[in-house]
């Protein structure tokens, strides 16, 4: 018992020591859950604090990567660039030596990424560089070919990281979307990546850069003394009508043709016509883009020309029933990757019709363009496509009634008539075949208007054109709707803009005064059950409108769907349309709906004429001739149809005739009264005499592609063809003489191209 006072003092310090292990072990686990954190604050937090010392970042070019044809080198504390082209040894560049500008566009210039933001305070967009911002790190790594740069503007916390590496003859400069962070207060809106690569200043080098508006265009590299002040900015694929509405509706109220869209997601640089030039090709991201080309004058006395990524959009919230409102941004960005893709050519190569055939080159390799032309050994006679309108709706005092304007009879006896005048080989997009005419049915039933014929006479007349070496195409849309159509009601099929209101827009026409958009999931339902319907009557070639040009991102749940989620959706209509409809004719169609048009209508011949422009070019006719047909607007709608003529011979473009078998006054108060000049007894002899006309040019090319064009002096032009065959066109109302032919006024020349 001597020994018991020593046994509280050694339990107390017993109890004491294990309180002490137990308390360490909770602290250790603690850190080590706190290391270990994933959330999206941690690794923000992770991701902009402090990092350790680093070398200074070089300011000299290094180089990074090489293969057998290009160098690429590194200005690592700009993340500038240069690429050796080592066939000829020239050099792009994307900064400029001593560049005259302030100090804002010095740092734009020299600067390898910009970007546009948001503060949760400001919802207008702030733009911010490389140079700009004092608080940043940049980390270079070293990849396979090339160079991974992980960005961080610390005072924003935003970041992303910026890979850059060479493929064969290529350069590809990707931003991973899952590289890209963000802070609560400041959100990402845009990225610009090397806005300057190949630009060069004033007139100091020989050249232009190649937009893609309407066929295409050229800006020339000239020192323009400030006379232009607005650049080339053009969305791909037109206005998003999902966000940017307000103009839209303006220009369908003012009355004026809208710019072309920009249908290609590309762009170029030409330093010296086949010389050297650079195309670049947005492959992602291209959804939300924009092409921007700047002429020299328009803020700096620079050209330059690059995409610009939309990572979220600004847009007005309605606030009130008058449409008041205040300006907010996207919440979520767009989830796409952003990656350009570079070709650099050389040579013959180095023009806009080599980044034509550069770009279809690439089509074909994505599968959107055959993989071989067009097989030679057809029919002899080039194609002729009418639109032919059927049935209208006229509005009346108690209800609207039906206006046949050219019944399946009339049409048949139309097109015995051109044969008998020489016109065989005919196509036709047949508009309001459906019950109900064409305006106001859509999305239409697919039942036939029993006023234009019975279902025994529309596949009569289908035959009668197979046999003439033709087709019968039943017109079509899957964009468009009216909340007339008893297939369409407002509420539950029609798309919801990013401000929650529906999709729709004025149509200022007396009928149905108001157009709305469907949205994607609604369509793909409307052209599931086409199919039955398709199969039911014997239709296997529809021509689809609107939504081959139309994109837009919409409302789905509550949550915002992006355009490329539209595509995508249409694509995969598209895919189980073709399961019966095999034969499928669209309407100007953008680059991602071509593996899906057998024939593609009214494609551009002009581009906009925008001032800073100094001529247009036929980049998607050289993309597309020999490898899918394709039809100019129509012909009875040209202001000018002599000259007009004179340019589908030069671009190899196939006729078109809007008609009705009816005078077109019958459609003044309908939603077709812009159709003045459509009756087929003005037009029969016009379009003999044009069609014999335009075979006589194109026949001896039908087969060939577009290899060459050359302004042989002003206002003639010669385009030379893969078979050996040229045609030279005189747009002047004098005779041309040259060493190759004389060519009468306002006339073409079909020659033999001299080896």
């Known amino acids: 018992m001597r020994n018991n006072k020593w046994i509280k003092p050694l339990l107390l310090y017993g109890l004491l020591a294990a309180c002490i292990a137990f308390f360490v072990v909770l602290y250790m686990r603690g850190s080590e859950q706190e290391t270990e954190d994933t959330t999206p604050a941690a690794v923000l937090k992770t991701a902009f604090q402090g990092k350790p010392a680093q070398s200074p970042l070089a300011s000299d070019y290094r180089q990074v990567a090489e293969n057998d044809k290009l160098q690429l080198r590194l200005k690592e504390d700009t993340l500038a660039i240069q690429v050796v082209n080592k066939q000829s040894g020239y050099v792009w560049s994307s900064d400029m030596v001593k560049p005259d500008a302030n100090e804002t566009w010095l740092n734009f210039i020299q600067s390898g990424l910009s970007i546009d933001y948001f503060d949760k305070e400001n919802n207008?967009?702030?733009?911010?560089?490389?140079?700009?911002?004092?608080?940043?790190?940049?980390?270079?790594?070293?990849?396979?070919?090339?160079?991974?740069?992980?960005?961080?503007?610390?005072?924003?916390?935003?970041?992303?990281?910026?890979?850059?590496?060479?493929?064969?003859?290529?350069?590809?400069?990707?931003?991973?979307?899952?590289?890209?962070?963000?802070?609560?207060?400041?959100?990402?809106?845009?990225?610009?990546?090397?806005?300057?690569l190949g630009a060069t200043k004033a007139g100091d080098t020989s050249g232009y850069m190649f937009i893609p508006d309407g066929s295409g265009a050229l800006i020339k590299l000239a020192d323009n003394k400030g006379k232009f002040k607005t650049p080339y900015e053009a969305k791909i694929y037109g206005a998003n009508k999902g966000i940017d509405i307000a103009r839209i509706t303006d220009n369908l109220n003012d009355g004026a043709k809208d710019p072309y869209n920009a249908q290609f997601p590309v762009f170029g640089l030409v330093h010296g016509e086949q010389r050297h030039a650079l195309f670049g090709i947005v492959e992602d991201g291209k959804y939300n883009a924009k092409i921007l080309s700047y002429a020299s004058g328009v803020n700096t006395p620079y050209n330059w020309t690059t995409a610009q990524f939309i990572v979220r959009e600004s847009y007005l919230q309605p606030t009130s029933r008058t449409m008041g409102g205040i300006v907010v941004f996207e919440k979520n960005r767009n989830a796409e990757d952003m990656q350009l893709r570079y070709s650099f050519?050389?040579?013959?190569?180095?023009?806009?019709?080599?980044?034509?055939?550069?770009?279809?080159n690439y089509l074909i390799s994505r599968g959107d363009m055959p993989r071989e032309p067009i097989a030679a050994g057809g029919s002899a006679e080039i194609p002729i496509h009418l639109d032919v309108l059927g049935s209208e709706t006229e509005g009346g005092l108690f209800a609207n009634h039906l206006i046949p304007m050219t019944t399946v009879d009339q049409l048949s006896s139309m097109l015995d008539q051109l044969r008998a005048g020489g016109v065989s080989r005919t196509d036709v997009v047949y508009r309001g075949w459906n019950k109900g005419g064409y305006s106001g049915t859509n999305p239409a039933p697919v039942s036939f208007e029993s006023q234009l014929g019975s279902a025994n006479a529309f596949s009569k007349l289908s035959k009668q054109l197979a046999d003439q070496g033709g087709k019968l195409y039943f017109y079509t849309d899957y964009t468009t709707a009216f909340d007339t159509s008893k297939r369409f009601s407002a509420r539950d099929g029609a798309a919801v803009k990013i401000d929650k209101s529906l999709l729709s827009v004025p149509?200022?026409?007396?009928?149905?005064?108001?157009?709305?958009f469907m949205s994607a999931d609604y369509a793909k339902q409307i052209a599931a059950d086409n199919v039955s319907g398709y199969k039911k009557n014997g239709i296997t070639s529809v021509a689809v409108d609107e939504t081959p040009y139309e994109l837009f991102s919409e409302r789905v749940n509550d949550q915002v769907s992006s355009r490329s989620k539209t595509a995508a959706s249409y694509a995969s209509m598209l895919e189980q349309l073709k399961t019966q409809a095999s034969d499928m004719a669209m309407y100007k169609p953008n680059d991602y709906m071509l593996r899906y048009a057998d024939q593609l209508l009214d494609v551009p011949m002009h581009s906009s004429q925008y001032t800073y422009t100094s001529e247009a070019v036929p980049f998607e006719q050289i993309v597309l001739k020999g490898y899918k047909n394709y039809f100019a607007e129509p012909v009875n709608f040209f202001a000018n149809p002599r000259k007009e003529l004179l340019t589908m011979i030069e671009t190899a473009s196939y006729p078109t005739y809007y008609l009705?078998?009816?005078?077109?006054?019958?459609?003044?108060?309908?939603?077709?009264?812009?159709?003045?000049?459509?009756?087929?007894?003005?037009?029969?002899?016009?379009?003999?005499?044009?069609?014999?006309?335009?075979?006589?040019?194109?026949?001896p090319v039908q087969y060939a592609t577009i290899e060459t064009r050359t302004v042989l002096a002003a206002g003639v032009v010669q385009v030379t063809y893969s078979n050996g065959k040229a045609i030279i066109v005189n747009y002047n109302d004098s005779v041309y003489t040259g060493k190759e032919a004389t060519v009468a006024p306002l006339g073409y020349q079909v020659i033999e191209v001299r080896t």
């Open 124 to 196: 207008n967009a702030i733009r911010t560089d490389l140079l700009t911002e004092a608080n940043k790190t940049i980390q270079i790594k070293q990849i396979d070919q090339g160079f991974q740069a992980t960005i961080r503007f610390n005072d924003l916390l935003i970041g992303m990281d910026l890979i850059v590496k060479l493929d064969g003859g290529q350069l590809v400069v990707t931003i991973p979307q899952k590289s890209v962070l963000e802070g609560e207060q400041f959100k990402l809106g845009s990225v610009i990546v090397y806005p300057f």
């Open 345 to 360: 050519l050389e040579g013959e190569g180095a023009s806009y019709i080599g980044m034509a055939k550069a770009y279809r």
């Open 507 to 516: 149509t200022y026409q007396e009928v149905y005064p108001t157009m709305y």
């Open 660 to 699: 009705t078998s009816e005078q077109a006054f019958r459609l003044a108060h309908t939603n077709s009264r812009e159709v003045f000049a459509s009756a087929f007894a003005d037009w029969k002899n016009n379009i003999v005499k044009t069609y014999k006309q335009l075979n006589d040019a194109l026949a």
